[in-house]
């Protein structure tokens, strides 16, 4: 599996890419059989979302704003490789490969405390970014933790009467 930030072929079970870390599991919609094959550690795959809640699940709890922090900052190497490639115009790739791996880690951090309150899902997911100082720049993932259950199916059965 090619990895869509840094372009590294990986393996085909592989979850995050060797080369930046990047993460390769695809973002899968939320279903019923996915939180119930939820193995109640962490947060099941596709149930972090930007928006306020899942079609098909409704909201049990709400636990908070969770967060992930990172600090982080390109080496001089770096810094010279990043110069050469922007003299010539186009993709920073060193940058674009720094930044991708500042977000994946804020947001596995994010993931981390969500679990350590209990949550089985995120909603309003977000993340901001600021320079602390030049060439130092932080990155923050947050968002509510919550935990959902599946929606109660209708009964199919006519009602006698």
């Avoid at 592989?14 to 019923?32: I, S, Y």
């Avoid at 709890?61 to 050469?84: C, E, H, K, P």
């Avoid at 199916?153 to 006698?160: E, G």
Wanted: hydrophobic share 40%; with cysteine; proline share 4%.
């Amino acid at each position: 599996m090619r990895c869509q930030f840094c372009g590294e072929e990986n393996a085909e079970d592989v979850k995050t890419c060797v080369k930046c870390g990047a993460n390769l599991a695809p973002d899968t919609p939320p279903t019923t059989a996915s939180l119930t094959a939820w193995s109640g550690v962490g947060i099941p795959t596709g149930m972090v979302t930007t928006g306020l809640g899942f079609e098909g699940f409704r909201i049990t709890q709400y636990l908070g704003i969770v967060r992930g922090l990172t600090v982080r900052s390109r080496g001089a190497v770096g810094n010279v490789v990043g110069q050469v490639q922007s003299f010539f115009g186009g993709n920073i790739s060193v940058y674009v490969t720094l930044c991708e791996q500042a977000r994946e880690e804020a947001y596995n951090l994010m993931i981390q405390h969500a679990t350590q309150c209990g949550a089985n899902a995120i909603i309003g997911m977000r993340y901001d970014a600021n320079d602390v100082m030049e060439g130092i720049t932080e990155v923050l993932a947050y968002g509510t933790a919550v935990t959902v259950a599946p929606l109660e199916a209708p009964d199919a059965t006519p009602a006698s009467g």
